[in-house]
T-cell receptor, first 114, second 113 residues
Framework: GNSVTQMEGPVTLSEEAFLTINCTYTATGYPSLFWYVQYPGEGLQLLLKATKADDKGSNKGFEATYRKETTSFHLEKGSVQVSDSAVYFCALSDRGGATNKLIFGTGTLLAVQP | EAQVTQNPRYLITVTGKKLTVTCSQNMNHEYMSWYRQDPGLGLRQIYYSMNVEVTDKGDVPEGYKVSRKEKRNFPLILESPSPNQTSLYFC????????????FGSGTRLTVV
């Protein structure tokens, strides 16, 4: 079945460091891919998305490229800030699926230190 | 403001005492879902609804019920809660035509003792 695997955390970085959070997926067909962010005590917010191969999603300095050949959707940011500290979830949605659900990775906690 | 509203935010209850977590969205979305979030497991879908009076099981439906009598509301019912249902619950909705992911509520932290 469809699944998402993302790197385990926590990831601890200093402010202005480069961030990569790895995400790979297994899916039939052509899923849409997402990164969601969960700040402490809050719900999930859509950070960025990509709906087809080679699409690049971007938002708030974060980027991720839909790589069908490597089934990956790694999240990157060139210079993290303390305010980026949160849990990041990679997810896929099977656009043709009857269950209409998002399949999530286990989440990666990012802690950015001043 | 477009949003998904869940209530309550926090709930502590005892085993076996029926409870309902409410969810309401003001975006006229067709699709609504309930997820639970547990450490090391990410989010897992409990139930989903594709429109009024159309609901179906997700990956972990045991011990839960839902109903969709109105388009805006999608309550989650625990008829006889047990400690293994202690979790963080999220309601989410999206438009039928949107492939851009769900809008999530702020979550309900449930503790069953």
């Amino acid at each position: 079945g469809n699944s998402v695997t993302q790197m385990e955390g926590p990831v601890t970085l200093s402010e202005e460091a480069f961030l990569t959070i790895n995400c790979t997926y297994t899916a039939t067909g052509y899923p849409s891919l997402f990164w969601y962010v969960q700040y402490p005590g809050e719900g999930l917010q859509l950070l960025l998305k990509a709906t087809k191969a080679d699409d690049k999603g971007s938002n708030k300095g974060f980027e991720a490229t839909y790589r069908k050949e490597t089934t990956s959707f790694h999240l990157e940011k060139g210079s993290v800030q303390v305010s980026d500290s949160a849990v990041y979830f990679c997810a896929l949605s099977d656009r043709g699926g009857a269950t209409n659900k998002l399949i999530f990775g286990t989440g990666t906690l990012l802690a950015v230190q001043p | 403001e477009a949003q998904v509203t869940q209530n309550p935010r926090y709930l502590i209850t005892v085993t076996g005492k029926k409870l309902t977590v409410t969810c309401s969205q003001n975006m006229n979305h067709e699709y609504m879902s309930w997820y639970r979030q547990d450490p090391g497991l990410g989010l897992r879908q409990i139930y989903y609804s594709m429109n009024v009076e159309v609901t179906d099981k997700g990956d972990v439906p045991e011990g839960y019920k839902v109903s969709r009598k109105e388009k805006r509301n999608f309550p989650l019912i625990l008829e006889s809660p047990s400690p293994n249902q202690t979790s963080l619950y999220f309601c989410a909705s999206r438009s039928r035509t949107a492939q851009y992911g769900y809008t999530f509520g702020s979550g309900t932290r449930l503790t069953v003792v």
